[in-house]
């Protein structure tokens, strides 16, 4: 925590030479955007000139691209009628973390007609990331790649060069005002309904109705070449699978981390995750639909959602009659678990010499469970039916709410944390159960209550997590995304985790790294961290309506021993609340 004026004055003369000494390392770049939030007309699903929130007059974003070790900087305008707050998806945040973005986590949501500098710097990190609205359900239509390519470029990939790359960024489409879905689940504790549609790179594709040509996204290939497909699902709250009629991946990483080439045939990326995958063009000349379709996996049943396939073409050059209708891949059942389970259990990392490696002792353990549950009614919810109790979401049995008046990080770099939030999150759940059987579903233990509570960490502190899905209302594959690190995917499974069973598993010489790891569904995940990052760091679900319901925490990491190990004080420009 920081009192003195003495550190904020150190900080002031260092930052400035800090950034020019980032920017002229190794041929470093500033790369500069400026993000002009407003309205954005759009035509889609049968509905002509429908308003909704965008950058820069587009749908995704503008496509942010970097060299490792450059600064980048964003300039946020708020031309929209709502608060706004931008995350950049991944980035570790180190010496920035006032830009990382989460609304009254590390900022105040910046008010209509109001700006903000974001400034952060992207040192050994490479790969495919993404930005995005983290405020209400604005992250709907407010979001869009983040690349960062390799100090060498493309020559210095660790696997074979693309001839060419893509974007394919995934989202969900609702026909109704998003903001105003938010309000009105806020406002009642009933959760807003399923989207209207799946999006690849904004456009539904043509097994809608009322689809236009101009409504779905097309790719052109050449034949023999070989595409880096950059794979991102910015979708609120579907998994989703993906796959291109008559070819198959090499996917080469995961959420901006290498892996172990895997050869499939689908891949699946749950809300939040990026996955880059090689595909040569191979097939006979004509035209495939690359197609993305959700994956449910509630047991015995998840909330509503469109039973439907998003698509765009991929046509080659030179190819076959381009009326013929395109070729559509067989996609796995809604519900196929094994599927999803068999991709996002293989990956590996690929071991590079300088990366970080799974530390082996462990100074803190935490078993934390992740699920549904009920909750009272609170005062702020007008409309809420307060003879019975409303749908919430936990994480051991503590169901986060975010503070009004003042950001977290804000309370914690003033020690000024009273009535802002509380240094008692859990290690455990307070009652240990039967955690995936039937019997455990009851009102009992579906009860949860409201809190901020915070888990602090010593700077350095390696920390081990189990993370438990419960069957409470319905077992479901939870997005969990840590913010300010990546963790290692020691070992995932089915059913109540075993301690004895699970650790001759643990994978401590490649396992996976991750932002976001999609917990099984009625099982478990075990990730492994250093908390070298001070700050206070969102680790939460990236269902956007199971966010909203409570399943969060925040991880309060404390300064280390030196000033660039250290918090560094809030840039002049913060918004205020």
Known sequence: MHTSTEMARSWSLLLPFALALVASASHAAIVEHTFNVGNLSISQLCQPDRIITGVNGQLPGPTIRASEGDTVVVHLVNESPYGMTIHWHGIFQRGSQWADGP???????????????YRFNVTGQEGTLWWHAHFSFLRATVYGALIILPRGGAEAYPFTKPDKEEIVMFGEWWNANVFDLQQMALLTGIPAGPADAYTINGKPGDLYNCSAPNQTHMFEARKNETYLLRIINAALNTPLFFKVANHTFTVVAADACYTTPYKTGVVVVGPGQT?????????????????????????????????????????????????????????????????????????????????????????TRMFVTVGMGVADCQPEQTLCNRSRTMFASSMNNASFVPPRSTSMLEAHYSNLTAGV???????????????????????????????????????????????????????????????????????QGFGNYNQTTAAPQFNLVNPQERNTVLVPTGGWAVIRFVADNPGMWYMHCHFEAHLDLGLGMVFEVQDGPTLDTSLPPPPKDLPQC
């Open 103 to 117: 609304a009254m986590v590390t900022q105040c949501p910046v008010q209509p007609g109001g700006n903000y500098t």
């Open 421 to 491: 939030y509380t240094r008692d999150f859990p290690d455990q759940p307070p009652i240990l159960f039967d955690y995936t059987a039937d019997a455990s579903n009851n009102a009992t233990m579906q009860y949860t209550t409201k809190s901020t509570k915070v888990r602090t960490l010593r700077y350095n502190e390696t920390v081990e997590m189990v993370l438990q899905n419960t069957r409470l209302i319905a077992k479901e594959s939870h997005p969990m995304h840590l913010h300010g690190f990546n963790f290692f995917v020691l070992a």
């Open 275 to 363: 996955v880059d995958a090689l595909m040569v063009a191979d097939a006979t000349a004509g035209r495939y639909y690359m197609a993305a379709s959700p994956y449910d996996s509630g047991i015995p049943s998840g909330p509503p959602f469109s039973k439907t396939v998003a698509t765009a073409v991929l046509e080659y050059a030179g190819g076959a009659n381009t009326t013929s209708p395109p070729a559509l891949p067989q996609l796995p059942g809604f519900n196929d678990t094994n599927t999803a389970h068999r991709f996002l259990s293989n990956l590996t990392a690929l071991v590079l010499p300088g990366k970080p490696t799974v530390p082996l002792a462990v100074d």
